[in-house]
């Protein structure tokens, strides 16, 4: 029988210098290469990677096939699978909370559509195969709960809120516990502590990501998620029109002081695509918050137009639906891998920031 083509060494050298999207580490230091097997040209490799980094799995699969290809002879076949590898979230903060990655979205105002992309950005990561909470930090306007559709009291087991969960995403909000229509009056000091009581008091288990949606402006909220624990970074998002950019500015300023991390600015009403003629509509002008983002030096994570669908979606509380709308999905899901992606380059590279205490 002759001998095979595919030089195991070979094979071996560029698994030992392939690294695990969610950590950086090398496949093979943390015994993430489950299986390698080579018969006459045919190689086929099985590798573990993590629920959170599902959104770059097959990414991932790809780059080391074409590693592997370009170093072995042209008539090679190369086959790479995915298996999922456990490596469950640590405690962070101090507080009991386990997630690998905690995300505020925020906006500088009110009417930007920032609760429709947190709630997107759940399902989007969810449908992925990621561990998703969602936490409503809007407490004096909760609309988590509306736009999943999801009307529910949380329960309490052992003195820990058990939170409601949507399409199996984890769910906390002020929405639940206060009734349709009655304002929420409260000063800073009580909504430090309802936060808390979010964070520290939830059952949230075993997270890959927890978003969480802000109130507007710059307020509070941010100031106490700053003090609790270690977040991962935000997401700001804004419309196109000049004074929507100057708020985002703002919030954008707002998350430097409080040491948090941007990850990333999203674009929401970009633009109108006519259903009727194809014609493309600017109303809210064009291009602004890209140009934003490359003035701040912060990644642009992508750009979501105004459809009637979406709002329509989001009115019915089926927000799940933008991701089995052919027309509405693709925007997403871009917004969604650019965000982890982002994420996974930044862990990969840094080490974890430590618990902030602001005065």
């Known amino acids: 029988m002759p001998d095979s083509p595919i030089s195991s060494p070979t094979v071996d050298a560029v698994l030992d210098n392939f690294s695990d999207p969610e950590t950086g580490r090398k496949l093979k230091s943390v015994d993430q290469v489950r299986e390698v097997s080579i018969d006459g040209n045919r190689v086929a490799v099985t590798i573990g990677l993590t629920s959170y980094s599902a959104p770059l799995w097959d990414e991932t699969r790809q780059n080391l096939e074409d590693q592997l ?49 947190s709630a997107s950005l759940a399902y989007g990561l969810k449908n992925a195969g990621c561990k998703v909470g969602l936490m409503d930090a809007d407490v004096y306007g909760p609309s988590i709960p509306h736009l999943l559709g999801v009307d529910e009291r949380p329960t309490a087991v052992e ?55 802000m109130p507007p402006g710059t307020g509070d909220i941010a100031l106490t998620l700053s003090q609790l624990l270690p977040l991962t970074g935000a997401v700001v998002v804004c419309t196109p029109q000049d004074v929507a950019l100057l708020d985002a500015v703002k919030a954008i300023a707002m998350f430097g002081k409080v040491n ?50 979406i709002r329509e979606r989001g009115d019915a509380g ?15 899901e871009r917004i969604c891998y650019s965000l982890v992606k982002n994420i996974a380059t930044r862990k990969a590279v840094d080490p974890p920031m430590p618990s902030l205490s602001v005065l």
């Open 159 to 213: 003195k820990k809120l058990q939170p409601v969960v949507a399409d199996g995403i984890k769910l906390m909000s002020m929405g639940f516990l206060v009734p349709p229509g009655e304002a929420v009056v409260w000063r800073g000091p009580m909504l430090h502590g309802a936060i808390t009581q979010f964070l520290r008091d939830t059952a949230w288990g075993d997270l890959d990501y927890l978003i969480i949606d």
């Open 260 to 309: 948090i991390p941007m990850l990333g600015i999203v674009e929401n009403m970009s633009y109108f695509l006519c259903p009727d003629n194809g014609k493309r509509y600017e109303i809210f002008g064009s291009g602004g918050a890209r140009r934003k983002a490359e003035e701040f030096n912060v990644p642009f994570l992508g750009e979501v137009p105004i459809q009637i669908p």
């Open 318 to 332: 089926d927000t799940a639906g933008n991701y089995t709308d052919q027309d509405s999905a693709p925007h997403f």
């Open 69 to 117: 290809r370009a170093k072995l002879p042209g008539d090679c076949q190369v086959n790479v699978k995915v298996v999922e590898h456990d490596r469950p979230a640590e405690p962070v903060g101090g507080i009991g909370l386990t997630a690998k990655s905690i995300i505020a979205v925020g906006s500088g105002k009110g009417g930007v559509g920032k609760s429709t992309i």
